[in-house]
C-alpha cells in the first residue's frame, strides 16, 4: 500500500516484483494515478507465494473503508515511514 503522505491518498496493488515496481513509480516510467497524486511512499506491505493469493488479497482491501486501511497501516507503521529502503536488505 503507497501513500502520499501520513494520512494522505493511498493506493493499493499487486506486483511479483515489490523493489522493481517501486522504482517505476518514482521514476514516473507509470503514468496514471500514483504520478498524478504524488504516491510514492511504500507504507504497508504483504507477501504471498502465489500471485493469484496476491490479487485476491488487493481486491479485497481495494474494497475495505478507508478507515480499515489506516488501522491496518498504523498497526505495523504508526508514523507511515517510507519502507522501499527495507526492500533491498
Excluded: C
Excluded at 48 to 77: G, S, Y
Amino acid at each position: 500500500m503507497l501513500a502520499s503522505q501520513k494520512h494522505g491518498t493511498l493506493y493499493i496493488g499487486s506486483t511479483t516484483d515489490l523493489a522493481r515496481r517501486m522504482e517505476e513509480h518514482r521514476s514516473g516510467v507509470v503514468e496514471g494515478f500514483t504520478a498524478r497524486y504524488s504516491v510514492y511512499r511504500l507504507v504497508h506491505a504483504e507477501f504471498f507465494e502465489d500471485i493469484v493469493d496476491a490479487r485476491a488479497r488487493e481486491r479485497a482491501m481495494k474494497k475495505w473503508r478507508r478507515a480499515w486501511k489506516i488501522e491496518l497501516i498504523e498497526a505495523e507503521n504508526p508514523d507511515w515511514r517510507d519502507l522501499t529502503p527495507l526492500l533491498n536488505r
